[in-house]
């Protein structure tokens, strides 16, 4: 945890839709390299989506080289269905990461809020506004969930120790 | 799924103890090949344990050379958090599976109850004593994880088309 700046991809784990953001820096001063989503073809089979998150995953690390996942931990909300399925993914970029160097760090979505909002029960646009003001972007970046993978790696960022 | 004889993996998911069970054939005549179980070392980091079960789990894969992949679907029981850790290793292994291009079936455990005893609510000790029988061991196989992942891999054996 010694050498700056720092790469941190965050990841808003999802099944169809896996949110991605990569912030570059160190101490308060983080800028924005790239965010997205990485989907999966509704219809495929299930290990087959899994392994298009996995080659995605894959790419993006290549690219980018960042030493450090910060990824959200898993609340149950609705459906239990979706839990797991979201958890499979989880499990399958967590190895991918341990795999290839990354340190991981895990964070839970109030943990995230406050980080962004300085609030912990932040609602959706709040959080939405602060993550443009924090990057400097013109607009809210779309899709939420790139927006979210976002605000989870600018967490992460917050809790490195330098 | 026309290739004579088959090989079968059999997995019974778990985080810190993974049954495997390995066994060969076609119709109804299958023996077992291996059984055991992968384990993940208490205390390692989270990353690093699902990243100890992708590479015993590929290690399996690169000796048996297995076909089928047949993998239990997850219930929730008493503990969501445990159910959670269960379901990212169930991923990491469908990702895996699926990148060394095996087919995938997923059993309910009811679904393996009956197709080794004949009756889906049947208990622990009347599936071990199937087990031994059905596969001819002098003894109940253990530990109980590697007993399950035979039974497992016996389901999607049944399940195959010929």
């Known amino acids: ?8 991809l965050g990841i808003d784990p999802g099944y169809g839709r896996c949110g991605f953001g990569i912030i570059k820096g160190g101490g308060a001063d983080f800028f924005c390299i ?4 990485m989907t999966t073809k509704v219809g495929s089979e299930h290990k087959d989506r899994l392994l298009e998150i996995a080659e995605d995953f894959e790419s993006i690390i290549d690219k980018y080289q960042p030493s450090i996942l910060v990824i ?3 609340f149950f909300s609705k459906s239990t ?3 797991l399925k979201v958890a499979e993914v989880r499990g399958v970029i967590m ?5 290839s ?13 406050m ?5 912990g029960k932040a609602d959706k646009i709040q959080m939405q506004e602060m993550i443009k003001t924090i990057f400097g972007f013109e607009e ?3 899709p939420d969930d790139a927006a979210d993978a976002l605000a989870i790696a600018w967490t992460g960022a917050g809790m490195l120790k330098y």
């Open 115 to 119: 980080a962004v909002t300085g609030y």
């Open 34 to 37: 790239t965010h997205g989503v």
């Open 1 to 8: 945890m010694s050498t700056y700046p720092k790469i941190i």
């Open 81 to 83: 269905t979706t839990a």
């Open 95 to 99: 190895m991918l990461a341990a795999r």
């Open 72 to 74: 959200e931990e898993l």
């Open 101 to 113: 160097g990354l340190d991981v760090i895990e964070v839970k979505p109030n943990e995230v809020k």
């Open 140 to 142: 809210v970046p779309k």
